[in-house]
């Protein structure tokens, strides 16, 4: 993971990193949190250069995308890790907490 984290660092989007940008790490998951599609586009190019170099691969079939905000409501671009469009998702479940997707972010526990 930590190689993930340097590249990104290293990235023209490195302003992102510190403030905005979040990994979770537990579980082998990884959680990635972004202001602008513009900017979560250019994070998951970084992310799958680097597992390329690392002769990794991300179970694609298990990747969401969500949006919280403003943007809730308009068509958004599609979104790719590597060569593999990523869905739009209403709901994503993580961890055992449900969140919405929306204007304003809704996290609920269903056991």
Known sequence: ??????????????????????????????????????????????????????????????LHCMVIGKAAAVKLHNIYLGDTHILWSQTVKYMGVHTASGKVCVLMLIP
């Open 1 to 62: 993971m930590n190689a993930f984290i340097v590249n990104l660092r290293k990235s023209d989007i490195g302003s992102y990193f510190k403030n905005v940008l979040w990994m979770s790490t537990l579980c082998r998951h990884v959680l990635l949190m972004c202001p602008s599609i513009k900017g979560l586009q250019l994070t998951l190019d970084i992310c799958s250069h680097t597992a390329d170099d690392l002769s990794l691969q991300f179970i694609c079939s298990k």
